[in-house]
């Protein structure tokens, strides 16, 4: 950008006068307002990871088991509000976020279900065999990617171990007095967890087991709310997919799910990335993208959305033939060598060159 | 929510994501809000002033990133200039509507870029130690506007006159879900500013500088495209001040006295900006947008 000042706004002959003024003001504030001082000590991590212990275990239901995580000392753990999640680092290394299901007034220890899945990536079968009472784990967070917002009239749908975040904002919905439903699906009664809790708090509940009922419909389901509610769904990607898609003909009005990590790579192929300035070459296997790769090698690179919509973990390639999957570049920009890093991969063996 | 209510601090921990939003103005009037040309400008300067501003947020707060030492904010600060920078990509898109319109932002849109280039932006030839404190002086500007437009945020998710008057509803879905988005991270560029400073008098001269010129940038915005709108409203097409306060007194822009107000409250020692706004409000208007809903799929 020229450094000489731009036009007039009202194309008068001469250069902008309030331009002019912010350029002197400038030009004598940041010398002055950034003279290097004795450095302050920067501030304490707010949230370090902390380490929790397995202080009880027990089965919930078919195939459920529930933690309850407190601090070894028994201090009162950080506050969190329904819909909040925990990051767990599993002993394997695996990390792995579970919903906080207890009672946010209840600040001895956080409490996590876990149902077992056999076909999944491991993280819950670990959590079933390998956390006895006692394990010492250490868990990031509570983050909150699902806030309840209280409205008025709710209709809470939940499908099977869906139930962990929805049961706090049903309790808190109770304590609220607001006016609330709970549509709870499941294959089998059997395999619902916390079914006795939820009729303690009162509200109208129903539950729609797939033995008695049948696999229902989105559309049925969001039938029961009345007009102008807000709906919360958690539960199986094909559920919320159906929620989502049924919802504007449904009478409610407002829609809150739970926003998950980036899906897992499809189709990917491994290739490497060629650091040019530095010279370091990074194999990204078919798994990673390579934005996971880059950040270990350069932690300070920026990233953000990591679904190929925001722009911000963009990179030039100098050269290689990249294989676009991003939603935001346009032709212009990938023809002048610009890649978004968080989807974008490239053919099998492929080496492309990074401006880095 | 009354403190009582609020054991937790509003935001606390919430998990700031961008959203996918698009928007379609190929059927958005010059004066989206009916017969009301002024208060229509006034908010137009949003869509001149934040592609370039939020481009300069996502620059500064990139620079930033080497600098923090605390992984919670760190992950608040990724989340933060993902939003930003589809924030700036939707008002752009607004813009390129009034060029094809016929009003042509050029003139004010040339002197904002150059003014987050040339004034706020890198400055050639600094030692590393004034590099880093041009970077935290930046930071603390940045906390200054972030106060104002979470006070914007929270007027327009309140501003039910614009309903009224017959704003047009994919332009207020727009500012809502944008002014959401703002209330939900109004935390983030302070909290930076506090770790990478906590003291007091950066943040007490960067507002006195930031509040002015923030103030200055808009009425000269206002005028201008006004002055440039190709429908004049009247024979003698120029913006004035009781225009601006009659459409204000309707609750179609923001009061000048209540923006005053929020800027001397940032200077509070006790500040923070979650005492501002409502989370849940803004939670629960973007699950009720049309476009942040349709992002969502």
């Known amino acids: 950008m020229s450094r000489s000042l731009p036009p007039d706004l009202y194309g008068r002959p001469r250069a902008d006068r309030m331009m002019r003024v912010l350029a002197a003001f400038g030009d004598a504030f940041f010398p002055l307002s950034t003279r290097p001082r004795r450095r302050c000590r920067p501030a304490a991590a707010n949230a370090p990871p902390r380490n929790l212990v397995v202080a009880t275990r027990r089965a919930e239901a078919e195939d459920v088991v529930c933690l309850r995580l407190a601090a070894p000392d028994g201090a009162a753990l950080p506050a969190w509000r329904p819909g909040a999640h925990l990051d767990l680092h599993l002993p394997s290394g695996r990390r792995r976020q579970y919903s906080l299901c207890g009672d946010p007034a209840d600040r001895a220890a956080y409490r996590i279900a876990v149902r077992r899945i056999e076909t999944g990536g491991g993280g819950s079968v670990e959590v079933h065999d390998a956390l006895p009472e006692g394990t010492r784990l250490t868990v990031s967070g509570p983050r909150n990617a699902f806030p309840f917002a209280a409205e008025p009239c709710v209709l809470f749908i939940a499908g099977g171990i869906g139930i962990t975040p929805i049961l706090p904002m049903a309790r808190e919905a109770a304590r609220r007095g607001l006016d609330w439903r709970l549509v709870y699906t499941g294959r089998s009664r059997a395999r619902l967890p916390f079914t006795d809790e939820l009729r303690q708090l009162g509200g109208r509940i129903e539950i729609v087991s797939g033995e008695e009922h049948g696999i229902p419909a989105a559309a049925d389901l969001l039938r029961r709310a009345p007009a102008g509610a807000a709906v919360y769904a958690c539960g199986p990607v094909p559920m919320l997919d159906g929620i989502k898609a049924a919802f504007d003909a449904s009478p409610a009005t407002a829609l809150h799910c739970e926003r998950f990590a980036p899906a897992p790579i499809r189709g990917g192929h491994p290739f490497e990335l060629h650091l040019a300035r530095s010279g370091r070459a990074l194999p990204v296997p078919a798994d990673r993208s390579a934005l996971d790769v880059l950040r270990e090698a350069v932690p300070a690179a920026a990233y953000s959305c990591r679904r190929g919509l925001c722009g911000i973990c963009r990179q030039r390639v100098l050269t290689g033939l990249v294989e676009h999957r991003d939603h935001r570049l346009t032709d212009a920009e990938r023809a002048g060598g610009a890649m978004l890093v968080c989807v974008s991969r490239a053919p099998a063996g492929e080496r492309l060159v990074l401006d880095l | ?297």
């Open chain 2, 1 to 297: 929510m009354s403190p009582a209510e609020s054991p937790v601090h509003e935001h606390d921990n919430l998990v700031l994501q961008p959203r996918d939003v698009r928007f379609d103005w190929s059927r958005l009037p010059m004066h989206w809000i009916p017969g009301e040309p002024t208060a229509t400008h006034t908010i137009n300067v949003l869509h001149l002033l934040l592609p370039a501003g939020e481009r300069w947020f996502v620059r500064v707060f990139k620079q930033a990133l080497p600098l923090i030492t605390d992984d919670r904010l760190r992950e608040d600060v990724l989340g933060f200039i993902g939003q930003e920078a589809i924030h700036a990509q939707a008002h752009q898109g607004v813009l390129d509507h009034l060029l094809a319109k016929g009003l042509d932002p050029g003139p004010y849109v040339r002197q904002v870029e150059w003014l987050f280039h040339r004034v706020l932006g890198e400055r050639p030839g600094l030692t590393p130690e004034r590099a880093r404190e041009h970077v935290v002086e930046r930071v603390a500007i940045i906390a200054a506007v972030e106060h104002f437009t979470a006070f914007l945020g929270n007027w327009v998710l309140n501003a039910d006159a614009l309903d009224l008057a017959g704003a047009d509803p994919v332009m207020l879905d727009l500012l809502r879900w944008h002014g959401a988005e703002e209330v939900e991270h109004r935390s983030v560029a302070y909290d930076l500013l506090r770790h990478l400073d906590p003291g007091y008098a950066r943040r007490i001269r960067t507002m006195a500088i930031t509040g002015p010129a923030l103030y200055w940038l808009w009425i000269r915005g206002a005028r201008f495209l006004v002055a440039a709108d190709p429908q004049p409203a009247g024979p003698r097409q120029k913006a004035s001040w009781r225009g601006f306060l009659a459409a204000s007194r309707r609750g179609l822009l923001p009061s000048p006295g209540a923006a005053v107000c929020s800027g001397a409250r940032y200077v509070r020692r006790g500040y923070h900006p979650t005492q501002e706004g409502s989370t849940r409000q803004a939670v629960a208007y973007l699950a009720t947008s049309p476009a942040a809903r349709a992002a969502a799929h």
